[in-house]
């Protein structure tokens, strides 16, 4: 079964291996596009206004990542474009002040003594480069965009990572990298992204293809710092139960 077959293939790869849109290229199979999974021949269809124009393979069969990889292709680009072209680029996400004795604190916590606030950056005050599939500093992997400073290269770089079925394993996420996670399930939620900018998410991802691995939110940050225990306004009010056994 085709892997997201409510959508159609509107984006593909020309002779240039350059991203275009259906209403970009000339129709039919003149329109010399490729899809971006397995490189097959596309036509362009472009059916009147009552059916949305798409690509469709030449061969007649289907492409079960097709929809996947343009996905794929067009977080990369429209994410990047819009880091590039704003005054301001935000990312938000939560942070957390423990109390300061939450280290020693010797009673059983059936909650954790802290408080929470979300923090808002605009990354574009401390970072001005974003390029694709560029190598991480310290680990053997390609990012899909890294954020960067051209003036300060000193300064700890933004990966990005975008996913539709398929997360990041757990050793590039946790390898000491500021590394946002980002799952794009449509054209429209990467257009939210490139509009609103990169805001953790409680919202979690549902798998619709039985490839779960993990409990995934659809925009997760590894590497950040999000908490601290300098909080010295936590009550030290503490709740004993006691227990009489008859």
Same mark, same amino acid.
């Given at each position: ?9 509107? /984006?593909?790869?020309?002779? @240039? ?5 259906? &209403?970009?290229?000339? +129709? ?21 206004? !009552?059916?949305?124009? *798409?690509?469709? =393979?030449?061969?007649? @069969?289907?492409?079960? /990542?097709?929809?996947? $990889?343009?996905? *794929? ?32 604190? !010797? ?10 606030? %979300? ?16 190598? /991480?500093?310290?680990?053997? %992997? ?5 954020? /960067? ?24 996420? =946790?390898?000491?990298?500021?590394? #946002? ?6 054209? &429209? ?29 659809? +925009?997760?940050?590894?590497?950040? !710092? ?5 909080? $010295?306004?936590? $009550?030290?009010? #503490? ?8």
């Amino acid at each position: 079964m085709q892997k997201h077959s409510a959508y159609r293939l509107t /984006y593909a790869l020309n002779e @240039t291996g350059q991203l275009v849109n259906v &209403d970009d290229v000339l +129709v039919g199979k003149k329109c010399g596009c490729f899809c971006p999974a397995c490189k097959e021949p596309l036509t362009a269809k472009n059916q009147g206004k !009552k059916r949305m124009h *798409h690509f469709a =393979h030449q061969s007649g @069969t289907e492409c079960d /990542y097709a929809i996947e $990889s343009m996905l *794929h292709l067009i977080a990369k680009e429209k994410i990047r474009e819009a880091f590039l072209s704003k005054s301001e680029f935000w990312i938000e996400f939560e942070y957390k002040s423990f109390c300061v004795n939450n280290e020693e604190c !010797k009673f059983i916590k059936y909650n954790e003594c802290y408080e929470s606030k %979300r923090q808002r950056f605009n990354i574009k005050q401390f970072y001005d480069s974003c390029e694709q599939e560029i190598p /991480y500093d310290n680990i053997n %992997r390609r990012s899909d965009l890294k954020i /960067y400073s051209s003036t300060n290269p000193e300064r700890d770089p933004i990966y990005l990572e975008f996913f539709v079925t398929h997360a990041s394993d757990k050793e590039k996420l =946790h390898s000491g990298n500021k590394i #946002i996670e980002i799952c794009v399930e449509s054209e &429209d939620d990467i257009l939210q992204l490139a509009e609103n900018g990169i805001v953790e998410s409680n919202n979690h991802y549902v798998n619709k293809y039985n490839v779960f691995e993990r409990n995934l939110q659809k +925009v997760c940050f590894y590497g950040f !710092k999000n908490k601290d225990c300098k909080n $010295s306004r936590i $009550s030290n009010v #503490i709740e004993f139960v006691r227990y009489i056994l008859q």
